[in-house]
C-alpha cells in the first residue's frame, strides 16, 4: 500500500510584480528597524551598566524603539505584499523622522547621527511615491 507523499508547500519566490523603487524602500526600511532594535539594546545596556536618571524613561525610549521596529517590518512586509495600507505607517514615521533627524544633524551637532537618518527617511518618502510605486500601490478609483 503506498502512501502518498506529504503535500509540496509552494516556497515564497520572488515575485516581479513588486517594482524595484518598492523593494529598496522595503529593504531600506529594513534597515531602519534594525538600527531601532540596535539603539533599544545600546538602551537597554547603557541603563543596566550605567547610571540613568529614570530607568523607566530609559528603559520606555527602548521599547518604544523596539515596537517601533516591529512596525516598520511589518510594513515593509506589507509593501512586498503590494498591500496598499502597508504605506501608511511607513510615511508617518519617515515624516516624523525628518524634523527629529535634522535637529540631530545641525541643531544638535550630530551630523553623524543625524544624516543618515535623514538621508534614508528622505529616500524612502521618495522611493514610495515614484511612478511604479505608486502605480502598485494606489487604489482603482471605485466608480
Known sequence: MSEDPAPRVEQPTPDDSVPKPLRLAAVLIGLEALALVGAAVVLVIK???G???SVGRALSGALLAVLAAVVLVFAARGL???RPSAR????VLQLLAVPV???LAFQAGRVGYGGPILVVA???LYLLF??????ALDRPDPR
Open 88 to 91: 501608511t505607517p511607513v510615511v
Open 130 to 135: 515614484t511612478p511604479p510605486s505608486r502605480a
Open 101 to 103: 533627524s535634522w535637529t
Open 51 to 53: 547610571n540613568p536618571a
Open 80 to 82: 512586498l505584499r503590494l
Open 47 to 49: 541603563t543596566v551598566g
Open 122 to 124: 528622505v529616500a524612502v
